[in-house]
């Protein structure tokens, strides 16, 4: 990157002029930088579009995805709150990336850091945007805006509700511990089955340094420095060419809009003797200031935004137009879902253990989905062999299924003397909707200590 300083000493200008030059620039790159990802977004979707990696997440994928390109996903915190004052970062059980961009309470609770979300593709493009925190209704729209739902997605375990919108996602623990004793953590820890987010990292790795040559940048002008250098990654990617073969003008943004005419506006003009009309003079939006306000990062403070160090939520909620729109039978346990998820008084271990349903039947229907696009039959042993998945699991799954008439069922034609149970299976609906898949005993009453017979 080049300050503005930098600028001021090589162009031998004074530093307002080199600040302002800067700072155009880094708005023609955010006018520009939409290009880049249509272009990421098409060139995805065209690669990708019937893609399905295996759904056992036990098995390597280093061949399949040899010769395609890797995507990976992961956040990164710039100028870290503990570094501009002591004792003053805002901590949530004294751990997350969240708690470095805030000061805490006593200090005014305002944002000092800058949290970054990497989209990074190998060999490719990158996108850097600024984010308030890493909330699923935060990170969700973004990733979901730059990737199609068919892309192959490598993150670490800080998403996990991206099982539910990318068939195709992969997470490795970076905390997993080594079986060894002599060694705490596990060797396989930053790459395992071919699974990694080593590219996102190491675009960041270059981000911190390059913007170690700031000093300081404002939470409000981030994003206009994070267009600017992925504007300059990409133009090595795609070229500059590719801006302006759709005869679009890339300074658009620069023109002024054209006087409208008006009667008295000509040359020539007929006005009664004596009488000059006035024209009420409007005030000029200086053009300047409204894109830099309207590509600025809203800067939120931690007051406004409530539990936002607190977030618990694993998964997608069920929208409230799609729980009027459905049946009777779908809305209740549309509504099931979304109590389970939202009502504080969930275990710890109830909420694992569903979601772990969860995504054993996401992989499930999409596998079998997958299967049926192609004209083939897929039975529940050949289910249970993919995943390798225990068929009780499976049976579960498929059962809720049948019930709320999202599948449908037929029996593999074997001899008579076979008494093997196994059912060809088939979807009905389009999409898999939110349900519940595990179910709990009710807590039992406190006993009262008299048994029935004293009573």
């Given at each position: 990157?080049?300050?503005?300083?930098?600028?001021s000493?090589?162009?031998?200008?004074?530093y307002?002029?080199?600040?302002?030059?800067?700072?155009?620039?880094?708005?023609?790159?955010?006018?520009?930088n939409?290009?880049?990802?249509?272009l990421?977004?098409?060139?995805?979707?065209?690669?990708?579009?019937?893609?399905?990696?295996?759904?056992?997440?036990?098995?390597?994928?280093?061949?399949?995805?040899?010769?395609?390109?890797?995507?990976?996903v992961?956040?990164?915190?710039?100028?870290?709150?503990?570094?501009r004052?002591?004792?003053?970062r805002?901590?949530?059980?004294?751990?997350?990336?969240?708690?470095?961009?805030?000061?805490?309470?006593?200090?005014?609770g305002?944002?000092?850091?800058?949290?970054v979300?990497?989209?990074?593709?190998?060999?490719?493009?990158?996108?850097?945007?600024?984010?308030p925190?890493?909330?699923?209704?935060?990170?969700?729209?973004?990733?979901?805006?730059?990737?199609?739902?068919?892309?192959?997605?490598?993150?670490?375990?800080?998403?996990?509700?991206?099982?539910?919108?990318?068939?195709?996602?992969?997470?490795?623990?970076?905390?997993?511990?080594?079986?060894?004793?002599?060694?705490?953590?596990?060797?396989?820890?930053?790459?395992?089955?071919?699974?990694?987010?080593?590219?996102?990292?190491?675009?960041?790795?270059?981000?911190?340094?390059?913007?170690?040559?700031?000093?300081?940048?404002?939470?409000k002008?981030?994003?206009?420095?994070?267009?600017?250098?992925?504007?300059?990654?990409?133009?090595?990617?795609?070229?500059?060419?590719?801006?302006?073969?759709?005869?679009?003008?890339?300074?658009?943004?620069?023109?002024?809009?054209?006087?409208?005419?008006?009667?008295?506006?000509?040359?020539?003009?007929?006005?009664?003797?004596?009488?000059?009309?006035?024209?009420?003079?409007?005030?000029?939006?200086?053009?300047?200031?409204?894109?830099?306000?309207k590509?600025?990062?809203?800067?939120?403070?931690?007051?406004?935004?409530?539990?936002?160090?607190?977030?618990?939520?694993?998964?997608?909620?069920?929208?409230?137009?799609?729980?009027e729109?459905?049946?009777?039978?779908?809305?209740?346990?549309?509504?099931?879902?979304?109590?389970?998820?939202?009502?504080?008084?969930?275990?710890?271990?109830?909420?694992?253990?569903?979601?772990?349903?969860q995504?054993?039947?996401?992989?499930?229907?999409?596998?079998?989905?997958?299967?049926?696009?192609?004209?083939?039959?897929?039975?529940?042993?050949?289910?249970?062999?993919?995943?390798?998945?225990?068929?009780?699991?499976?049976t579960?799954?498929?059962?809720r299924?049948?019930?709320?008439?999202?599948?449908?069922?037929?029996?593999?034609?074997?001899?008579?003397?076979?008494?093997?149970?196994?059912?060809?299976?088939?979807?009905?609906?389009?999409q898999?909707?939110?349900?519940?898949?595990?179910?709990f005993?009710?807590?039992?009453?406190?006993?009262?200590?008299?048994?029935?017979?004293?009573?």
């Open positions: 990157v080049v300050t503005a300083t930098e600028l000493k090589r162009l031998r200008i004074g307002n002029a080199a600040s302002l030059l800067k700072r155009r620039f880094q708005l023609f790159a955010s006018d520009q939409p290009k880049y990802k249509k990421t977004y098409d060139a995805l979707n065209d690669q990708f579009k019937d893609f399905l990696l295996p759904p056992n997440e036990n098995r390597d994928i280093s061949k399949i995805m040899a010769k395609r390109p890797y995507v990976c992961d956040t990164a915190v710039l100028y870290s709150a503990g570094e004052a002591s004792q003053g805002k901590r949530y059980s004294h751990r997350g990336q969240t708690s470095s961009i805030y000061l805490s309470e006593k200090l005014g305002r944002q000092v850091g800058t949290l979300q990497t989209i990074a593709i190998k060999n490719g493009p990158v996108f850097f945007s600024s984010v925190n890493q909330k699923a209704e935060t990170l969700g729209p973004l990733i979901k805006e730059h990737l199609p739902t068919s892309t192959p997605l490598f993150t670490d375990q800080g998403y996990p509700w991206l099982w539910g919108i990318y068939r195709n996602h992969r997470s490795v623990n970076h905390s997993a511990r080594s079986k060894d004793n002599r060694f705490r953590f596990a060797r396989n820890r930053w790459s395992k089955n071919g699974v990694h987010n080593q590219i996102a990292e190491g675009n960041q790795r270059v981000l911190k340094t390059a913007f170690a040559a700031y000093g300081y940048i404002k939470p002008y981030s994003q206009m420095y994070l267009n600017e250098f992925s504007f300059i990654k990409n133009a090595n990617v795609f070229g500059l060419d590719v801006l302006v073969e759709d005869g679009d003008s890339c300074l658009s943004g620069d023109r002024s809009p054209s006087d409208e005419k008006t009667p008295g506006n000509g040359a020539v003009a007929i006005r009664r003797k004596g009488f000059v009309p006035k024209v009420p003079k409007k005030k000029k939006e200086n053009w300047l200031q409204v894109s830099i306000h590509n600025s990062y809203k800067v939120t403070p931690l007051e406004a935004v409530p539990k936002i160090l607190s977030h618990t939520g694993y998964g997608t909620l069920n929208p409230l137009e799609k729980i729109k459905a049946n009777k039978t779908l809305r209740k346990e549309f509504e099931k879902y979304n109590y389970f998820w939202t009502n504080d008084s969930t275990k710890r271990f109830r909420r694992d253990r569903e979601i772990e349903y995504k054993y039947a996401q992989k499930i229907w999409n596998f079998v989905k997958h299967e049926n696009g192609k004209g083939r039959k897929c039975s529940v042993n050949q289910i249970c062999e993919e995943l390798n998945l225990h068929k009780q699991t499976a579960r799954i498929l059962n299924w049948l019930k709320l008439k999202l599948i449908a069922k037929r029996r593999v034609g074997y001899n008579y003397y076979d008494r093997r149970i196994n059912f060809y299976i088939k979807v009905l609906k389009d898999l909707p939110f349900i519940l898949y595990t179910k005993r009710p807590s039992k009453k406190a006993s009262s200590g008299v048994s029935k017979n004293e009573k």
